[in-house]
């Protein structure tokens, strides 16, 4: 009996503690709501980042967001002419009167006969990356005012940055099906004196695993990949240029995966014999899912005798083109051979499935 009381005690506590909760959300929901108009459509403007290598140019977009009217506008940049130099800058304002920037004191403004609302992005600016520059990420910021038709002016902060990056860290994308393997290779695009570094791949488990890792960095003296942990390094004994494929990679897709495409990521960190680590711009695999029947072999939605020619004509070397949706090695055994036309003709005569 005492335990029973107790346990609707809890339960009244449960009860109210609920109710409270429940108010408590309703309030906030409804203190949104006040709050929401305003903030929801947060009105204001940002530099759309870039990357760019030393002496390479790289395109700034300033973009609006939310719902902006303007009918004059100045800008102001504000960036470091020792790290960039400032090629060309221009107003993207539609039905505007009058535009102009002046690229020595990297001023312009705009002026519109009325009030127009702003949409995406309304000045673009190009830069080269000077030889000297530092790596890393460079502010380019500035002062954006805009005037609407009654005189109100909204001034954002404008902040964004220039990756200026060392190299590029590329790992190549494919298509695969659902239960197979794919063999990828991380390629670092530019030369680099190297003596260490250190990986890290990360995926959707439930879609990809990794299968083999392997570093194919040359007199490394430590090298090895954790596939469970997707975390691996290399050590080399000295300083040594580095460039090209730095690691093979062989994922495999779930058995039961469904996805139009999935993205593999990592972050490569490589350093000089200093010490120093190098900016990288990363790009990651995307991974497209191939569906349909992997016998359906020119691809034309059934497997039928064709399939067969197609087969028979890529044995004999005649066919060198290769369905996008079908697959030769039709048993899996590494190889395309006559034992996958018999497959094939079975599965057509309806002995397998
Ligand atoms: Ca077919
Ligand atoms: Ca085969």
Redesign the pocket.
Known sequence: MNGFLKKSEKRAFFVARSAFLLLLTVQLLLLSFLVLPANAQERGAHFEGGAAGRGETVTLFLTVDGAVNARSGSLSLDYDPSALCLLSAEWQIEGALLESFDLQKGLGAFVCSEERPLEGSIFTVTFRVTEDCPSGALPVGGILKLKDGGGETLSPDLAGSVLVYDGIATLEGGSVRAGEQLSLALVLGEELPVKSGSLRVSCDPALLKVESAEFAVENSVIAHFDKEKGLGAFVCSSEQMLKGTVLYLTVSVAEDADFESTDLLFELELKDGEGRVYTLLMKGATLTLQKGDPMDLDGNGSVTIGDVTKLLNYIAGADLILSPYGQP?????????I??VTVLLNRIAGVTA
């Not at 090695?329 to 051979?337: M, Q, R």
């Open positions: 090695d039709i048993n899996k055994d590494g190889k395309v051979t034992s996958d």
